[in-house]
């Protein structure tokens, strides 16, 4: 079965860091582009970072730029979001997607929660 599924929320005080997962099962995240995006009841979906399928490139949203890592470990099959220093404005449900040939493929979310 082809999914992704995201891991890593939870609550943390501003300042705080998390780390995300998005592990992929059915397919390989190598030579895949992957992308974590957010969004809140009250804003559209965002893209928060994106790795290109070689891994040479990232690229991240102004927001996240500095505080922000987007990685991929082919070997665990698996992608990450480091977020350092994060800020009540970062909370929100967060997807990993990757862009395969055959579509798009997102996973349920995982929630984070910045706040004192």
């Known amino acids: 079965q082809v999914q992704l599924v995201e891991s890593g929320g939870g609550l943390v005080q501003p300042g705080g860091s998390l780390r995300l997962s998005c592990a992929a099962s059915?397919?390989?995240?190598?030579?895949?582009?992957m992308s974590w995006y957010r969004q809140t009841p009250e804003k559209e979906r965002d893209l928060v970072a994106h790795?290109?399928?070689?891994?040479?490139?990232?690229n991240y949203a102004d927001s996240v730029k500095g505080r922000f890592t987007i990685s991929r470990d082919s070997a665990r099959n698996t992608l990450y979001l480091i977020m350092n220093n994060l800020k009540p404005d970062d909370t929100a449900i967060y997807f990993c997607r990757a862009s395969t040939a055959q579509g798009y493929i997102r996973g349920p979310g995982t929630q984070v929660r910045v706040s004192s």
């Open positions: 790795i290109s399928p070689s891994g040479l490139s990232t």
């Open positions: 059915g397919f390989a995240l190598s030579n895949v582009g």
